[in-house]
């Protein structure tokens, strides 16, 4: 009686790992499908970013502008792409409050052909670090030094 206790016992604690098992290989692959979901959505928001540079500029697409960076900004740590280039999240953090800000908007607004050619650059590869490096570049200069006069 002991035996069959025991090895009903072993029975049951295997096929209690097994199921384990299963759902942790079933849990892995959903979050791989969530994962690509999620990259694949950033990448069609960057692609609202450059076409909201590639606009002329007025009113209306100005808060298209801002709106569709701070989407993008907020999404990117979310992404696989963030875990590659740990600068993607800071730099479109930094390009969104130096359009959000008065006094550097008109001076970012001036940098738009080579904000388009960045974004451009990072629609083909989100985890461009030469792209993050130019939009923190060119942030740092007309926001961040220019808070300084």
Do not use: C, W
Request: aromatic letters at 10%; hydrophobic letters at 40%; glycine letters at 4%.
């Amino acid at each position: 009686m002991k035996k069959n206790l025991n090895s009903f016992i072993i029975i049951f604690l295997s096929l209690g790992l097994i199921v384990i098992g299963f759902k942790y290989i079933e849990s892995q692959s959903a979050r791989k499908e969530l994962q690509s979901t999620i990259d694949n959505s950033f990448r069609q928001q960057l692609g609202s970013v450059l076409g909201s540079f590639s606009m002329e500029v007025n009113d209306y697409t100005y808060r298209s502008m801002i709106s569709t960076v701070s989407n993008v900004s907020a999404m990117s740590e979310l992404t696989s792409y963030g875990r590659i280039n740990d600068n993607l999240d800071i730099s479109l953090n930094y390009l969104y409050i130096s359009l959000r800000e008065e006094k550097s908007k008109d001076l970012v607004l001036l940098r738009a052909d080579q904000l388009r050619e960045i974004f451009h650059l990072l629609v083909q590869d989100p985890s461009s670090q030469e792209a993050t490096d130019k939009i923190i570049e060119i942030t740092k200069e007309v926001f961040f030094e220019n808070t300084q006069e």
